[in-house]
């Protein structure tokens, strides 16, 4: 897309608004029982929604600090994303913490959360952890065990641990509790970054 079609991103309550009103949205529409000239009423206007905000997009750059795209946007944590299960991560002594509440959006099984939402949160949550502007990191490898299933619509806590780090090797291990149960537990290596890594996989240098 033309450099002129884009334009520099602007955070504002404006747009947390609109994600948290679409999340709540998206929950309603996976569980509805409207009646067909309901379904096709509402289409035409999401249609037309849609229509409105089509036209420039944002200008997407690389740093993660409060309020860029990056840390607003995240797939997993973003206040002003759309589907964002709202994983929002607590520095810990050698880690970090957080809970969320996972919603009827990403159910696999009935009243379970779906096993590939489990994976993302437990890789995102490491990923906070492993990488930092100084020292940016990727997941090389993530093993998981699910050792019962993680139950939709109640508080689970994901805790992460960075367990040592062996030259561009950090070595990790997380776990997602509900009601004092754990549910998963997964390790992880991430590598580190280099200048060349960057450039090759972000088209830029450290």
Known sequence: MPLSDEAAWVPSDERRELGAALRRLL???V???AEPAELRAVTTAVEQ???RLAGPVTKVDMSVAAGTY???MSLVGGRSHPIAPQLNLTPTQNGAEGVVVVGPLFEGG???????????LLDHAM??????????????RL???YRRPTPLGMPLTVSVRLDRIEGRKLHLSAEITADGVVTVEAEAV???????????VFGRAG
């Open 143 to 145: 093993t998981m065990r």
């Open 127 to 140: 990923g906070c952890v492993a990488a930092t502007p100084q020292r940016p990191a990727m997941t090389a």
């Open 27 to 29: 929950d309603v529409v």
């Open 31 to 33: 569980r509805t029982a």
């Open 49 to 51: 929604l849609t229509a």
């Open 70 to 72: 990056q840390e607003q």
């Open 190 to 200: 991430f590598l580190t970054l280099t200048e060349d890594n960057l450039e090759t």
């Open 110 to 120: 009935p009243g379970l959360v779906h096993g590939g939402i489990v994976a993302l």
